[in-house]
């Protein structure tokens, strides 16, 4: 319960996956959320249902109110928590919150319940859709640098913000000083469930040399990094997936260098799947080369590439030996979801022997000993058209690529761990005085979220007020607005005419105001 002059505003959303017909995922509601600032517990009532009836495991997480990253770990927890959790309602569990959160802040909770089906990565991989990569890039193709057209490169990045946007990543732009103007790097988070600072990266550099429409380099990859993003977004995993376009790779890796000296302390990248073009394909003998010595450096490799008459039709694997794990998980996705796909892997002891295997951005992460892949088709060794005007569209193999795609995402799902979960996040629950509220001072509950035709918003302890509502686009722009009185029941609002994507929706009595972040499906 509340106790004295302290309040508890309270938001409710509902958010499940259904991944697959055969199985579906749990399904939670939040009843009620009780904070004693005495004894220092939160305790929160809640439906857990399943349908097939199956002992589930329950986890608590939180986070600061706003933030999608639940990344504080509810460790002294009781109750209907952890495994076996049978379904039924009015379950309950008791968060001792003392020294895990702070006393005065605003955080939001978020029940997860897995059931422990086995999603099936094989269906990940069969979404890779070859002409959606065409059509993205035809849209994408094109001079992309900060001099010779600094407007295809800005619409280039503002296509893979809005891309992450609308598949309802955490998304934002890291601006970092370069010759004389702003980099960009472009980075979309989906966090993980229950090991959210456990990080695995897919990213790809956007921009271009100064008088080449990059097709192949590297507009390859940022299509890829989009379709990954599009086909793993609706799922949940146990560890977060990053996906990241890069700025100004070709002038020397200087986004990613960015990037990774400004890394947050409090995460564990895990892995980095590198895509440096990855859809020049030839069957033609003799179209592929070898930089200097490679032969002696990779004879098992550079016989491999030789018994088939040094034909271009494979993709190459480059990892560090220090970052083996990674480069094997990649080999046995490859092989087990994408058997199409050819790869031929080289394992780096010591890369100043090839220089040039430190061509792209994946360099920047060797040399912060952050295992990395470069996923390539060889560049200017295999692709004539290498920094050159005639780098097109029309020298891509669609196919190629999207079997390179498909063995990046099967890649990331295994190592980031999916899950078949249901979730509810109970939002912007207050632990402060009073006299520091400047919440609105009126708990509600919003379901389901995410949204497809519909959502409501039910009302609990609330006086008589007019409250203002507005539903916000991701670029800010009021797209619904109304006016309720919450002490007259709850409010439907329509969503099945919106395109899919993030919206914000804003509740106000003239004096205070709260959010909560909706996903229409």
């Known amino acids: 319960m509340i106790t004295g002059k302290y309040f508890l505003v309270l938001a409710l959303s509902l958010c499940s996956i259904c991944i697959g017909a055969q199985n579906q995922p749990p399904q939670l509601i939040i009843q009620s959320v009780d904070l004693n600032q ?18 589930l495991e329950v986890f608590l997480r ?6 999608s990253n639940f990344s504080i770990h509810a460790e002294n927890v009781s109750g209907a ?5 049978a379904p039924g309602e009015g379950l309950q569990m008791t968060w001792n919150y003392a020294g895990e959160i ?4 605003t955080y939001d909770f978020k029940i997860i319940a897995d059931d422990g089906y086995d999603v099936p990565i094989q269906d990940l991989v069969a979404q890779v859709d070859s002409q959606f990569l065409r059509t993205r890039m035809e849209h994408i193709a094109g001079i992309r640098h900060y001099i010779t057209n600094p407007d295809n490169l800005n619409r280039c990045r ?7 946007l609308d598949y309802g990543l955490e998304t934002f732009r890291q601006n970092f000083p370069n010759l004389g103007t702003t980099g960009q790097n472009i980075i979309g988070d989906h966090w993980g469930q229950t090991q959210s600072s456990n990080v695995i990266i897919i990213d790809g550099h956007y921009d271009t040399v100064s008088d080449s429409p990059g097709a192949d380099d590297n507009g390859t990859a940022t299509v890829g990094v989009l379709e990954a993003a599009r086909i793993l977004s609706p799922y949940h995993f146990r560890k977060s997936l990053r996906f990241i376009g890069f700025d100004f790779e070709e002038t020397g890796l200087d986004g990613s260098m960015y990037y990774v000296e400004h890394l947050s302390g ?3 990248i895990e892995g980095v799947l590198n895509m440096e073009m990855i859809g020049y394909y030839s069957d033609v003998p003799d179209s592929q080369d070898f930089p200097p010595g490679f032969e002696l450096v990779f004879p098992e490799a550079a016989a491999e590439v030789q018994s088939d008459a040094n034909r271009g039709n494979f993709l190459i694997n480059v990892g560090p030996v220090f970052g083996n794990a990674l480069y094997n998980a990649f080999n046995t996705a490859a092989a087990t979801y994408v058997p199409e796909l050819r790869v031929i892997g080289l394992s780096v002891v010591n890369p100043l022997l090839v220089p040039d295997l430190l061509r792209s951005d994946h360099g920047s992460f060797w040399e912060a000993n952050i295992p990395a892949l470069m996923l ?4 200017d060794f295999r692709n004539p058209h290498y920094h050159e005007p005639s780098d097109t569209i029309g020298t891509l193999d669609f196919t190629f690529m999207a079997n390179a795609v498909k063995a990046v995402i099967a890649t990331a799902a295994m190592m980031a761990e999916p899950m078949h979960s249901g979730e509810a996040i109970a939002s912007n629950v207050i632990i402060t005085d009073a006299e520091h509220l400047h919440e609105l001072p009126c708990s509600y509950f919003l379901s389901p979220n995410p949204a497809q035709e519909e959502f409501t918003i039910r009302f609990g302890d609330c006086q008589p007020m007019q409250l203002e509502l507005r539903l916000y686009n991701v670029k800010g722009q009021p797209v619904w607005s109304g006016q309720h009185d919450p002490t007259m029941g709850s409010l439907r609002i329509p969503v099945g005419n919106f395109p899919t994507g993030v919206y914000w929706l804003q509740l106000g009595d003239g004096h205070h ?5 909706v996903v229409v499906r």
């Open 38 to 55: 005495e004894t220092q517990t939160l305790t929160i009532t809640y439906d857990l249902a399943d349908a097939e009836d199956t002992e």
């Open 62 to 67: 939180a986070a600061p109110s706003g933030s």
């Open 81 to 85: 928590i952890g495994f076996p959790v």
């Open 102 to 105: 702070g006393n005065s802040d």
């Open 158 to 164: 503002d296509t893979l913000e809005q891309a992450f």
């Open 266 to 268: 409090n995460e564990a």
């Open 376 to 379: 390539t088709d060889g560049a």
């Open 513 to 517: 105001f709260s959010a909560q972040r």
